[in-house]
């Protein structure tokens, strides 16, 4: 059985396709994907795919790049997510320090943050790690 572990259908470039990239995936046997947010707004997004197709499903978090526009509430909102059943990981969370979006220190403040919330709530990460081996 093949997992696509990490993707992003929810972004608009997918917007005309949709359909027809899932109906792909299927016939080269493609048996669930993991579609994963980026920040709390496209975790929602992701959550929603997940809803609307059975054989995807949802990561959600904050990705290194999006942590300096993270707001107070949104590790709350983002393990509010993780109530639903169809939400399966904490991800897309990690460091970049290759192209530095967002501050270092804010990336891994973040990154630990939602570390504790996958291991308090018992789920997966799904990790980007970018020139930050050492680091991460």
Request: proline share 3%.
């Amino acid at each position: 059985m093949l997992i696509d572990s990490h993707a992003h259908i929810d972004l608009p470039e997918f917007d005309k396709d949709r359909d027809q990239v899932m109906a792909r995936a299927r016939e080269w046997g493609v048996r669930a994907v993991i579609n994963v947010g980026l920040d709390a707004t496209l975790s929602l997004n992701a959550l929603a795919m997940a809803k609307k197709y059975d054989d995807v499903f949802a990561a959600v978090g904050c990705h290194p790049h999006e942590v300096a526009k993270m707001k107070e509430g949104d590790l709350k909102s983002l393990a509010e997510l993780t109530k639903d059943s169809r939400v399966v990981a904490i991800g897309e969370i990690g460091l970049d320090f290759y192209r530095n979006l967002s501050p270092r220190e804010s990336q891994l403040e973040a990154f630990k943050k939602q570390l504790d919330l996958a291991v308090e709530l018992g789920l997966p990460v799904a990790v980007h790690c970018r020139q930050a081996h050492r680091e991460m």
